[in-house]
């Protein structure tokens, strides 16, 4: 069975500062996708940053960045550089084949 | 060019009711998911389509629930006999492929009532 946990249901940031939202897993699969969604108040879901479970190299894509640890099924985000526009929950995501598994989700308050 | 659409984005109704929510896919995009989610939570897997193959149904959380994908294109998810516990959010997402890293790209929802 595939399972995705998000164990902190809210956090806040002050903004300008960094943040970084835990996520764990549990997949027996070895070829999977790791990915991070943002779902803002509007209630549209985009996609944040992915990451390939066959690489070792952490996803960057400009102020969000991943810590993906294999062995530890980890896969945290680090957002810098706190904006206003961050605020909204996160969603963690993991791909295995067809199917997605999601986390509860983690809201983040930015402060100003 | 277009994202996924979903029509209503929003749908009251009588407990007892069918009802029918549209899912407009992004053109060119092969699989086609359904997901609910309710208030504070995450989503939970309905169905996926995947071009001609067979939907994964197995997601479904009864027989009142049911989804067709015409043409390969727009998808209708059916509820009938609505029951307050099905009150949620309904959304879409369509993605390019399947597997590899294609991502999904997701709609805007319905938000479902059940009074």
């Known amino acids: 069975a595939q399972t995705v946990t998000q164990s902190q249901p809210e956090m806040s940031v002050q903004e300008a500062e960094t943040v970084t939202l835990s996520c764990t897993y549990d997949?027996?699969?070895?070829?999977?996708?790791l990915f991070w969604y943002k779902q803002p108040p509007s209630r549209q879901m985009i996609l944040v940053i992915r990451?390939?479970?066959?690489?070792?190299q952490n996803a960057t894509e400009n102020r969000f960045s991943v810590n993906f640890q294999k062995a530890a099924k980890s896969f945290s985000l680090k957002i810098s550089d706190s904006q206003l526009g961050d605020a909204a929950m996160y969603f963690c995501a993991l791909r295995n084949f067809n199917k997605f598994y999601f986390g509860s989700g983690t809201k983040l308050n930015v402060k100003p | 060019g277009a994202g996924v659409s979903q029509s209503p984005s929003n749908k009251v109704t009588e407990k007892g009711k069918d009802v029918e929510l549209r899912c407009d896919p992004i053109?060119?995009?092969?699989?086609l998911y359904w997901y609910r989610q309710s208030l504070g939570q995450g989503l939970e897997f309905l169905i996926y389509f995947q071009g001609n193959s067979a939907p994964d149904k197995s997601g479904l959380p009864s027989d009142r629930f049911s989804a067709e994908r015409t043409g390969g294109s727009v998808s209708t998810l059916t509820i009938q006999r609505t029951q307050q516990e099905d009150s949620a959010v309904y959304l879409c997402?369509?993605?390019?492929?399947?597997?590899?890293?294609?991502?999904?790209?997701f709609g805007p929802g319905t938000r479902l009532t059940v009074t």
């Open positions: 997949t027996s699969e070895s070829d999977y996708y």
């Open positions: 990451q390939e479970a066959y690489k070792q």
């Open positions: 997402a369509s993605s390019l492929g399947q597997g590899g890293a294609y991502e999904q790209y």
């Open positions: 053109s060119g995009h092969t699989a």
